[in-house]
């Protein structure tokens, strides 16, 4: 398999402040991994572009970037809430790491690569239309999928989140396209303590309880995730990868193992492969204890691979 693999060295100049779970050393412990694995030069290297702002106005309001462009510091920190922090670097490493998902889009639609993943950060998958939380300043992931929908004319996506958050941003800002399924799982009540919607045709979360480990992550994907991608038949697959379900990570409490990961990209890749021509489009969200953030991904990748 042609595997993208897309980032920027601006991702690794943000800077969230020296006791944020959010760090630069996140992405390093990936590459080592991968390098050390043999896995990192069979790869397809792209840096990741800036995005546009006709890219973010898909997924965002023109007032929440003209304010973000307002407060970006020029030394120093900003906060815009209790857990989103701005340096002078952190708005160049959010436009790349937004643009990682569209040039991702690009590279499967015109053949170049059968998928992608996207080693970025800042995360996007708390950021809604108008609000930044949660790390994240702008919808990595809403934003490649609406490029898929807005400027490759594909009738059908999906996008799948594992990460121990709920997604609520990406939720937020397709609620009502009927083009896009969303389907997640998450520890609840957990941040960001977004209400939980009625599941429908368009929507399948399942929330986890905080003592919820193999059986119940297996259940939710295989009864409920796997029938609804089948019926809907998306055309290209996103996965909001977040890491942070794993039983060493301690920023959550479901104890999810490295398996699980393996497991369940393989059940992603199968859906896409039956509808999707294995289009997948991953970027990184959650994962945040760097030992197991970075085995996971390297199994994450390999099933992209085809190396499993």
């Given at each position: ?195 939980l919607l009625e599941n429908n045709e368009h929507r399948i979360s399942v929330p986890l309880d ?99």
């Amino acid at each position: 398999m042609k595997t993208a693999y897309i980032s920027h060295r601006q991702c690794l100049e943000h800077d969230a402040g020296e006791d944020h779970p959010e760090t630069a050393r996140r992405l390093g412990a990936i590459e080592d991994r991968l390098i050390s694995a043999g896995l990192f030069d069979l790869l397809r290297h792209y840096e990741a572009p800036e995005i546009s702002r006709e890219q973010l106005l898909r997924v965002h309001s023109p007032g929440y970037l003209e304010m973000l462009q307002s407060l970006a510091p020029r030394q120093g920190y900003v906060r815009l809430d209790p857990d989103t922090i701005m340096s002078p670097p952190t708005l160049g490493a959010a436009y790349r790491s937004a643009g990682a998902a569209v040039l991702a889009v690009d590279l499967l639609m015109s053949g170049q690569a059968d998928n992608a993943f996207c080693c970025v950060r800042p995360p996007g998958h708390h950021a809604e239309r108008s609000r930044a939380m949660g790390f994240c300043l702008f919808n990595n992931i809403a934003a490649g999928a609406a490029h898929a929908l807005e400027a490759h004319g594909v009738g059908r996506v999906a996008i799948v989140d594992f990460d121990v958050h709920h997604g609520n941003g990406t939720e937020d800002i397709f609620l009502d396209d009927k083009r896009v399924l969303f389907c997640s799982t998450f520890e609840h009540p957990f941040y960001p303590f977004t209400p939980l919607l009625e599941n429908n045709e368009h929507r399948i979360s399942v929330p986890l309880d905080a003592t919820a480990k193999s059986a119940e992550f297996r259940s939710a994907v295989t009864d409920l995730w796997l029938p609804a991608l089948e019926r809907f038949g998306p055309e290209i697959v996103f996965v909001s990868a977040g890491f942070d379900a794993h039983r060493d990570d301690e920023i959550s409490h479901v104890s999810l193992d490295d398996a699980h990961y393996r497991w369940v990209t393989e059940q992603i890749a199968t859906v896409a492969g039956r509808s999707a021509s294995g289009r997948v489009v991953s970027t990184l969200e959650g994962g945040y204890e760097l030992h197991s953030l970075a085995r996971c991904v390297e199994l994450h990748l390999r099933v992209l691979m085809g190396l499993a």
